[in-house]
DNA sequence: TTGTAAGCGTTATCAG
DNA sequence: CTGATAACGCTTACAA
C-alpha cells in the first residue's frame, strides 16, 4: 500500500525539467537530448515511478483492453480459446478482461454492456452460442458494434464494424459423416447439445450427408442433450434412453467430443465392439479424444489458427486497416480408433 | 464508433443542473430531490450518456478489477477456478483481467508487474506453482503485496498483505495413500508433474504415508513427469517404461487426474484388471474422472468453495476489514471404480 | 438541496 | 529541444 504514489511531477523535479519532457521520453518521442534523457530515465529508476494508467487512459481514450466473452471459461473448447487470445492479444500490447456469460441471452448482453462501459478497445465473442439462428436475438451484438469493433469466434453475423472467423462446420459435418457412412455405418446418431448458428450448421451438415446418400433421417435420430456439458452420466443415459425406445443406431456423430466420449462409454457399456459395431466421431480434437479409450477419432477445427487470424484482424481494424469482414477455415478429420478405415 | 461521447456536461445542460448534481444521481447520493433526480435521469436516457470509465478511475483510483494470474488458462482445473473467480468476483462489482504466465519464474514476474502497472484492485494468483520451494523466488510476489493485496490459490506464502485460501494436499494425499494401502495396494507410484511448493507437500504425504505403514519407498518410485500437461501418451510411455525397467508396481498415485488416467490406460494396455490388480488415485476430481473407463477415484480439494473464500476474503481486505491470512479446507478422497473397497 | 471549483495524472498543442 | 498550459471527464470538499 504506497501511501502516495510518484507522479510525472516528481520526476520532473528531481529530474530538473518539465512535465511535457518526462512525458516524451516517456513515449520516446524522438525530440529529447540524450542528456536530459538520461537525468529523466535516471529519476524514474531512483523512484520507481510508474505512470498512472488511469490518467493515461483518459487522455488517450483507451487502456489497451480487450473484453472477451465466453459463455463459460472452463468449457475445454472455450477455455483453449480464451487460452490462445489472451496470449495473442498480450503480445500485441493488449490485456484481457474476460466475462462469463452463462448461455443465457439477457446475461450476455449485460456482460457486453459492462464491457463496453469499461470502455474497452473491441470485443471477442468467444464461441457460436453468441449468434442466435433469430436475428432479433442479435440485435445486442449489432448495438456493441457501435461502439467497438466485434470479433466473432466460430460465428457469423453480417453487421457493421463486426468481423467473423471461423471454420467451416457444416462442410466438415457433412464430410465426417460420409465417412462413416463409406465405412460401413449406416444407422448413425446426430448427438449435440447446442442450438446456435454454428450448431445449425454442424445438423445441416449431418442432414444432408444423409440425404445425398439417400438415406433419410428421422426426428429421432437428432438427438439433443440438454443437461450439463460435463454429464457424462446423463448424456449416456439419454442414448440409452433412444436405443431402448426402439431406435437402433450403430454410429454416433457428435457435436462436441464430451458428447463423443459419452457415446463410447454408452457403447462399451452395452458391450458393442468399437469400431467395428459402433463408431463414433467427435467434434474438436481436444485433449478428451486421446483421454477416450478407445480414442476418439475427431474433427479438428484448428483453434488456434483461428485465434491467430482472429487477433491479427483485430489488430488490424484497431489500426484502422481493411479488414475481411468473414474469414473461414477448413476442418480436417482425425482418424483415431472409434472409426473404421474407409472400405 | 461513436463521434464524440455524450459527457457529464451534456447532462448537466440538457437538465439544466450542474454536473455535481449530475454526479450526485450517478453515484445516488440521497442528498437530491426527487425531482431534480428524475430531469437528470430522464437526460441521461434521452442520451445513452454513460460515465466515462477513465474518468472516474482517476478520480476514484480505482477501476474495479482484479487480476487474474494462471500459468494456463486452459489447464482443466486451472480454467475451473478461474471460471469460479470470475463470477464471484463480477458478483461484487469487480472485473477480472486475465493474464496466463505460463510456467517460467520470469513471466510471471513481467505479468504482476504489468497488472499493478494496470492499477488492478488486487492479484489472485491461481495455481500452486507460483511460489517456489527456494524462498529468494517468491520475492517477486511479496513486492507485488506491497502495491496491492494478493491472494493465493493453492499455495502458501508468509507475507504481509499476502492471503492465502488452500486445500490441506498434504492431508489428502496421506488419507488417500493410508486407503490404497489398506485395500491392499502395497507397491504404489507417485506420478507427479508440478515442483511447487504445493507439489511437494503432496509428495511428503504419500512418503509419510508410506512410512508410517513401514514401507521403504525408492527414488524410482517416485516419478517425475516433464512433458506437456495434456500428453497422455508420454506420460503412459514413462510408465511403461518405469515397469520394464524393473520396477513393479500395482497402484498409482497421481497429483493430477490426467497423470492419473494415464495411468489407467497404461494399466488397460498391460492387460490388468483395475482395480484388482492395480488401483489408481487421481488428484482434483475433475471431469476427467468420469470421461476414464473405469471412472477415477479422485481427491476432491473443493475448488468451489476455495474460490468464494478467496474471493470472500479479498472483498474483506479491499474494504479494510481485517481477514484471516491463511485459511485451509479439508479435501476429500471420492471413491469411483479403480480403487477397491478397503478390506 | 444545489452550484463552484479544485483536484486526479497524463498527453498534446503551441510557443519559444 | 524544451516549457507552459489546456484538455480529458469525473468526484468531492466547500459554499451558498
Same mark, same amino acid.
Given at each position: 500500500?504506497?501511501?502516495?504514489?510518484?507522479?510525472?511531477?516528481?520526476?520532473?523535479?528531481?529530474?530538473?525539467?518539465?512535465?511535457?519532457?518526462?512525458?516524451?521520453?516517456?513515449?520516446?518521442?524522438?525530440?529529447?537530448?540524450?542528456?536530459?534523457?538520461?537525468?529523466?530515465?535516471?529519476?524514474?529508476?531512483?523512484?520507481?515511478?510508474?505512470? $498512472?494508467?488511469?490518467?493515461?487512459?483518459?487522455?488517450?481514450?483507451?487502456?489497451?483492453?480487450?473484453?472477451?466473452?465466453?459463455?463459460?471459461?472452463?468449457?475445454?473448447?472455450?477455455?483453449?480459446?480464451?487460452?490462445?487470445?489472451?496470449? #495473442?492479444?498480450?503480445? $500485441?500490447?493488449?490485456?484481457?478482461?474476460?466475462?462469463?456469460?452463462?448461455?443465457?441471452?439477457?446475461?450476455?448482453?449485460?456482460?457486453?454492456?459492462?464491457?463496453?462501459?469499461?470502455?474497452?478497445?473491441?470485443?471477442? &465473442?468467444?464461441?457460436?452460442?453468441?449468434?442466435?439462428?433469430?436475428?432479433?436475438? $442479435?440485435?445486442?451484438?449489432?448495438?456493441?458494434?457501435? #461502439?467497438?469493433?466485434?470479433?466473432?469466434? $466460430?460465428?457469423?453475423?453480417?453487421?457493421?464494424?463486426?468481423?467473423?472467423?471461423?471454420?467451416?462446420?457444416?462442410?466438415?459435418?457433412?464430410?465426417?459423416?460420409?465417412?462413416?457412412?463409406?465405412?460401413?455405418?449406416?444407422?448413425? &446418431?446426430?448427438?449435440?447439445?447446442?442450438?446456435?448458428?454454428?450448431?445449425?450448421?454442424?445438423?445441416?451438415?449431418?442432414?444432408?450427408?444423409?440425404?445425398?446418400?439417400?438415406?433419410? +433421417?428421422?426426428?429421432?435420430?437428432?438427438?439433443?442433450?440438454?443437461?450439463?456439458?460435463?454429464?457424462?452420466?446423463?448424456?449416456?443415459?439419454?442414448?440409452?434412453? +433412444?436405443?431402448?425406445?426402439?431406435?437402433?443406431?450403430?454410429?454416433?456423430?457428435?457435436?462436441?467430443?464430451?458428447?463423443?466420449?459419452?457415446? +463410447?462409454?454408452?457403447?462399451?457399456?452395452?458391450?458393442?465392439?468399437?469400431?467395428?459395431?459402433?463408431? +463414433?466421431?467427435?467434434?474438436?480434437?481436444?485433449?478428451?479424444?486421446?483421454?477416450?479409450?478407445?480414442?476418439?477419432?475427431?474433427?479438428?477445427?484448428?483453434?488456434?489458427?483461428?485465434?491467430?487470424?482472429?487477433?491479427?484482424?483485430?489488430?488490424?481494424?484497431?489500426?484502422?486497416?481493411?479488414?475481411?469482414?468473414?474469414?473461414?477455415?477448413?476442418?480436417?478429420?482425425?482418424?483415431?480408433?472409434?472409426?473404421?478405415?474407409?472400405?
Amino acid at each position: 500500500m504506497k501511501e502516495h504514489s510518484v507522479t510525472i511531477y516528481d520526476i520532473s523535479e528531481q529530474a530538473g525539467v518539465s512535465i511535457a519532457t518526462v512525458s516524451r521520453v516517456l513515449n520516446n518521442s524522438n525530440n529529447v537530448s540524450e542528456a536530459t534523457k538520461k537525468k529523466v530515465l535516471d529519476a524514474i529508476k531512483n523512484t520507481g515511478y510508474t505512470p $498512472n494508467a488511469f490518467a493515461r487512459g483518459l487522455g488517450l481514450n483507451t487502456m489497451k483492453t480487450i473484453g472477451i466473452l465466453a459463455a463459460d471459461s472452463s468449457d475445454l473448447y472455450l477455455a483453449k480459446a480464451i487460452y490462445y487470445f489472451e496470449e #495473442n492479444l498480450r503480445n $500485441n500490447g493488449y490485456d484481457s478482461l474476460l466475462c462469463c456469460t452463462g448461455y443465457a441471452l439477457k446475461d450476455k448482453k449485460a456482460a457486453i454492456d459492462l464491457l463496453i462501459s469499461k470502455k474497452v478497445d473491441g470485443i471477442i &465473442l468467444v464461441g457460436s452460442n453468441f449468434v442466435y439462428p433469430d436475428a432479433c436475438d $442479435n440485435k445486442y451484438i449489432i448495438n456493441a458494434a457501435e #461502439n467497438v469493433p466485434v470479433m466473432l469466434l $466460430n460465428a457469423e453475423l453480417e453487421g457493421n464494424n463486426i468481423y467473423c472467423v471461423s471454420s467451416d462446420d457444416y462442410k466438415s459435418m457433412y464430410k465426417a459423416t460420409g465417412e462413416l457412412l463409406s465405412s460401413g455405418i449406416k444407422n448413425i &446418431l446426430y448427438f449435440y447439445n447446442s442450438l446456435s448458428y454454428s450448431g445449425a450448421l454442424k445438423e445441416r451438415g449431418f442432414r444432408d450427408a444423409m440425404k445425398d446418400a439417400g438415406i433419410n +433421417v428421422s426426428e429421432r435420430q437428432l438427438q439433443y442433450f440438454e443437461g450439463a456439458r460435463e454429464d457424462i452420466h446423463g448424456m449416456m443415459a439419454q442414448l440409452d434412453k +433412444v436405443a431402448s425406445g426402439g431406435h437402433k443406431f450403430n454410429g454416433v456423430i457428435a457435436a462436441d467430443d464430451t458428447l463423443a466420449l459419452s457415446a +463410447v462409454k454408452y457403447a462399451k457399456s452395452k458391450g458393442y465392439k468399437i469400431p467395428e459395431d459402433f463408431s +463414433v466421431i467427435g467434434y474438436n480434437n481436444s485433449m478428451l479424444a486421446s483421454c477416450s479409450d478407445p480414442e476418439l477419432s475427431s474433427i479438428d477445427n484448428k483453434l488456434e489458427t483461428l485465434c491467430q487470424k482472429l487477433t491479427e484482424a483485430l489488430m488490424g481494424v484497431l489500426s484502422g486497416e481493411e479488414m475481411p469482414k468473414k474469414t473461414v477455415f477448413g476442418g480436417e478429420l482425425i482418424m483415431r480408433e472409434t472409426t473404421r478405415k474407409k472400405k
